[in-house]
Structures are given as structure tokens and as C-alpha cells.
């Protein structure tokens, strides 16, 4: 005989979260049996997930595609940059995009995962080299858009490549590891097998090799005597300031 339909007051639907194991007939009415455009909060709760807001005004360049991934990090003035890959280019912007794929550079796959380890590898390495006073020295003119030769030149032909190369050592050991609310767990893509620790640490080993020969490069050139006139700032740290690394290579204590 069917009974009448009573009135229930839930005062925090899913509250108690996803609970696809328990019958939804005699389940508790606190949790859900189906979630979808949810994401879980700092708490570990189930919350709506945020609308979308369109923000770019023309999407001529996508082609009709949407973005597969999108990207926002601070650069050294402190303004947020948005970064977006969709119809096989990489893009600049938000209400206006600007196409800065690399010249010959064909985009064939957009299952990308962009992280940043400029930072990191400019404070514990180009900083180690450079001396605290010229790192600065150089940072603040790129900044105030001021960068003149002979720094401009150092940058280009040597501290570039340096960083480069030193940003991707400071990588490879994260790069198959996602780290989100449910934890770090590594990455298994279909049709894909995961390297070995070994595999990664050649990796490494071969992408640190070829970062302590642009430093090499780099020392070679102030040791030569263009210093002392050209590059006042990497002679001149006093007391707490980090004094310029003269030797590429890891050093090793034998006790």
C-alpha cells in the first residue's frame, strides 16, 4: 500500500558526502548517492563548483576551440599573466589573447600540465652565481623596463640558458606527480608507461650536466676580467648577501 508523501527539511544536503554503497532507500539523507559540478573544499566537503564567466572579447584566434588548459602565474612585477592552450597554439591573455607559440612550433598534443619553477631555480641557483647584488641589480631593471647592455647582454647569452636548464633539474623529479586535494598520487595517461626512478634520475643527472656547462660558460666570462668595469654588483656583497658561486659542479665532502 503506498504511504503518503511526508515533508523533510535537510539542512546540508551531502553534508556527510558521496555514498554510492549504502541503498538510497534506507540511506541517510545527509549524503549524496550522485554528485555532479561539485568539487570538495579545504574542509573535505561537497560544495558547488563556481560558474564560468566568458572574459575574452574576441575568440578569433581559437578557431571555435575552447581552451584544453589555462594558467594563471605572478611575474616579477607582481601582475598576474593567464596563459591558455587551445586550437594548437599557446596564448597570453584574457580579455585579449596573444598567440605566443614559439616560431616552428607545432602543437600536436594539448594534454599539457604547465607548473613554474623559474622562481626556484633563480633564488637557489642563478642568485647562488650572480651574487645577491647583481641578481637584484638585473631584476629591478627588468622590472622597471630599464635593462641596457652590458646586462642586457649577459642576460641574453649567458643568464637565459642558465636558468633554463637549471628550471628543468628543479622539474623532472615533480614531473609525474599531481598534487591535489585528494592528496599526490603520480601520473598513469592511457597507452603510457611510467619511467623508473633510475630513468628520471638520468634525466636529471644529463639536464644538471648540461645547466653546470652554461654556468661554466657564464663564471668563465666574469672571471675574465669584463667584471670588475662592466659588473660593479658582482663584487660588491657585503655581510648577509649571497657572494657569487665560483664553481659550477656539486660539491662532494669525503670524510
Not at 146 to 169: F, R
Not at 201 to 217: H, N, V
Amino acid at each position: 500500500m503506498a504511504q503518503p508523501l511526508q515533508t523533510i527539511t535537510v539542512s546540508a544536503p551531502a553534508f556527510k558526502g558521496l555514498n554510492t554503497q549504502d541503498s538510497p532507500l534506507s540511506g541517510d539523507v545527509q549524503f549524496a548517492s550522485v554528485v555532479d559540478n561539485a568539487v570538495i573544499d579545504t574542509f573535505g566537503r561537497i560544495g558547488s563548483r563556481k560558474g564560468l564567466q566568458a572574459l575574452t572579447t574576441d575568440n578569433t584566434l581559437l578557431n571555435g576551440k575552447s581552451p584544453t588548459v589555462i594558467h594563471e602565474y605572478e611575474d616579477v612585477t607582481g601582475t598576474l599573466v593567464v596563459l591558455s592552450i587551445a586550437n594548437g597554439r599557446v596564448f597570453e591573455g584574457d580579455t585579449t589573447l596573444t598567440d605566443i607559440t614559439p616560431v616552428g612550433y607545432v602543437i600536436t598534443d594539448e594534454n599539457f600540465t604547465i607548473v613554474n619553477f623559474n622562481d626556484k631555480a633563480q633564488d637557489v641557483h642563478i642568485q647562488n652565481y650572480l651574487g645577491t647584488d647583481l641578481y637584484n641589480k638585473i631584476q629591478a631593471d627588468i622590472v622597471g623596463s630599464s635593462l641596457v647592455d652590458p646586462y642586457l647582454s649577459l642576460l641574453n647569452d649567458y643568464i637565459k640558458p642558465m636558468l633554463l636548464h637549471w628550471s628543468m633539474v628543479e622539474y623532472l623529479p615533480y614531473a609525474g606527480v599531481n598534487i591535489a586535494n585528494g592528496g599526490i598520487y603520480t601520473k598513469n595517461p592511457e597507452n603510457s608507461t611510467a619511467l623508473t626512478k633510475e630513468h628520471v634520475d638520468y634525466l636529471i643527472q644529463k639536464s644538471e650536466s648540461t645547466a653546470q656547462f652554461y654556468t661554466r660558460r657564464f663564471i668563465d666570462n666574469m672571471q675574465s676580467g669584463v667584471a670588475p668595469s662592466n659588473f660593479p654588483e658582482y663584487y660588491s656583497n657585503t655581510q648577509a648577501d649571497m657572494y657569487p658561486d665560483d664553481v659550477a659542479e656539486n660539491q662532494t665532502w669525503v670524510l
